[in-house]
């Protein structure tokens, strides 16, 4: 084939190809913009107290206000329970006397839902997620990238079809 055939599908697909890494990588940074304060950091100890008084409102079917229903941790983060209340409580598979704590590593990434004496609902939610690091952004790049390029390179050829010479040779 003539290469002055090929120049302008090529020259097309260059454009889209730098124009869609462009709009992909602002999308995919957006995207990790809003998940940066719960999953781009490093693992850490998060502690929870359990305040004094809990079991007895517990009792009642009052809430806890100072303990949330859900929590989202990065994995390897240690979760340090607390417990100020007379009472003993437990935390899936913690056991936790009055005055004393426990902790629970995050190894697994994964959503649970475990048992817990410290809430009315008897179960809190643990949203163990993965830190978002550049090795992420740089698959989810690589993932979303050629793809989008090669959908758009054929959608462009439909709506935009190329004005290539005819060859003379061929004609009746």
Known sequence: MDREVLRPYVRRLIILSV???VVVFVMLEIFFLFQKETSDRPPQVVELTIPAGTAARIDAGEPVPSIP???????GDEL???NEDVAGHELGPLLIPPGSSASLLMDSAENYSVTCSFLPSRYLGLDVREPFTWEIRLIGLGAATPVTIVLLFLYSLIVFPMNTPKDKSLSV
């Not at 229903?69 to 994995?75: A, K, Q, R």
């Open 80 to 82: 340090l329970v607390n």
């Open 19 to 21: 124009g869609t890494f």
């Open 69 to 75: 229903e859900e929590l989202v941790f990065v994995l």
